[in-house]
């Protein structure tokens, strides 16, 4: 007889007295991580953290829909310059075009969103970082493959 597997996040749930564990949620205000926020607020607390590296979003409305949906602190961060130093001009000096023709502003994004994420997870105590990301485009292995090694450079 086989028995049915317990959801993961079910079994990490705590008493009720006690506060619950934190967990930092890449949020950029869309349905996925919306819909993450209500699903994770069962088990967690959910803070969400936005990165603004250049979209031209509206970040107050991002700020006030992840507190709507669920989410305990939400954190909006201007990242503009340190991306566009640190990342897109080295990237443009070094010609990293796709196709020699389009930049690769997103996936560029990644590590540096992911060097934050660590950094506020270790500030504020949450011991996850969760992603909306789909597990069909490479966005998701290019945030666990980032978060993972910037988690691991923080413990050194």
């Known amino acids: 007889m086989r028995m049915p597997l317990k959801h993961p996040l079910k079994n990490r749930k705590k008493e009720k007295n006690m506060s619950k ?4 949620l890449a949020y950029s205000g869309g349905l996925d991580t919306s819909v993450a926020i209500t699903w994770l607020k ?5 803070v969400s953290v936005c990165m603004d590296v250049g979209e031209g979003k509206d970040l107050d409305f991002i700020h006030d829909k992840a507190l709507k ?3 305990v602190e939400s954190y909006v961060i201007d990242v503009k310059d340190e991306f566009a130093t ?3 001009l080295v990237a443009h000096q070094s010609h990293a075009y796709y196709e020699q023709k389009y930049p690769l502003v997103s996936a560029l994004s990644r590590p540096l ?4 994420l660590v950094e506020i997870a270790h500030q504020i105590g949450a011991t996850t970082i969760a992603h909306g990301c789909t597990g069909k485009g ?3 292995v290019e945030y666990q493959i980032a978060v993972a ?3 691991n450079e923080a413990k050194k």
Not at 42 to 46: E, I, L, M, S
Request: proline content about 0%; aromatic content about 8%; overall charge positive.
């Open 149 to 151: 090694k910037k988690a």
């Open 21 to 24: 564990e934190k967990v930092i």
């Open 138 to 140: 490479n966005d998701q």
């Open 42 to 46: 069962k088990d967690y607390d959910v």
């Open 86 to 88: 640190d990342y897109v």
């Open 69 to 71: 949906v669920g989410a």
């Open 113 to 116: 969103i992911s060097k934050k």
